[in-house]
């Protein structure tokens, strides 16, 4: 009986340690579920898309004073405070190479920079935003002194394109290529207005200096106005990349050169 008795409660003790060890691997497993879940949750707000706004101020100014070019970021109805903002500028229709501004930060979302330009002209800017997870661009101009030409002809279906070709390629290594496109909607005060224009047709055409073989590489529209694409380029060599975008009546294109090492 006491034989009896002694197994009993063994057997007991072992059922009990069993019954706390599987209650401990769920509250792990639970655990680790909800810190798993709260990491996702974490990168997809990461990954939300910005709101961002351009502003020369003022928007047309004399040929050597300063003007300050601004940009303000929001995450949803937020300010975002984690971005680096850069500011591309460059003339209209000029060989000249891009200006690359970096931004300060004020504290509150807004990123500005101040500079002067000793050259009349229409310049066009595209703003550089990098946050978490997150790269955003968009567009925008301003005037410095009086233009010479303030006509244009067929604006309607005038679209201003921009490329993004990393500054350094090496063959064999896959490299992201961006194209952006804009059209112009309408002009005042000798100023042209754009907005991204979506859903079109853009392609990227590559082909190596004095071969015959082209290859086209499509898109994906990542942001709107903004197609990015990925190759690899297999050879060191000098290579022409020419952006084509097509859409209703629109077929422009724009081509640039780039040495592979």
């Known amino acids: 009986m006491y034989q009896l008795t002694r197994k009993f409660l063994l057997i007991t003790l072992i059922l009990i340690i069993l019954a706390i060890t599987a209650c401990q691997q769920q509250a792990n497993l639970t655990s680790d579920h909800q810190k798993h879940n709260q990491t996702s949750h974490t990168s997809k707000q990461g990954a939300q898309q910005l709101a961002i706004q351009f502003k020369a101020n003022p928007s047309k100014v ?3 004073k300063s003007i300050q070019l601004s940009s303000t970021v929001k995450r949803g109805d937020k300010p975002a405070t984690d971005a680096t903002v850069k500011f591309e500028v460059w003339e209209k229709n000029s060989k000249e190479k891009h200006q690359m ?3 300060k930060h004020d504290g509150k979302g807004t990123y500005h920079v101040n500079q002067t330009y000793s050259k009349a002209g229409e310049y066009l800017v595209v703003v550089h935003v990098t946050a978490p997870q997150v790269h955003q661009m968009i567009s925008g101009q301003f005037q410095v002194g009086n233009l010479k030409h303030s006509h244009h002809h067929g604006h309607g279906q ?3 394109l921009h490329m993004m070709l ?20 309408s002009i ?3 100023q042209q207005n ?10 990227f055409e590559i082909w ?3 071969k015959d073989q082209h290859q086209f590489v499509d898109t994906k529209e990542s942001s709107p106005g903004q197609y990015t694409a990925t190759y690899t380029f297999l050879e060191a060599s000098k290579y022409h990349i020419k952006l084509h975008v097509e859409k209703d009546k629109i077929h422009e294109h724009k081509e640039e ?3 592979v090492q």
């Open 188 to 190: 005042k005060n000798e």
């Open 101 to 103: 501004l970096d931004a």
């Open 62 to 64: 004399d040929v050597g």
């Open 158 to 160: 005038a679209v201003q």
């Open 257 to 259: 050169t780039k040495t």
């Open 166 to 185: 990393p500054d350094s390629i090496q063959k064999g290594k896959e490299v992201t290529l961006v194209g952006h496109v804009q059209q112009v909607t």
């Open 194 to 203: 754009y907005k991204p224009l979506e859903k079109a047709n853009v392609r």
């Open 208 to 210: 190596q200096e004095g």
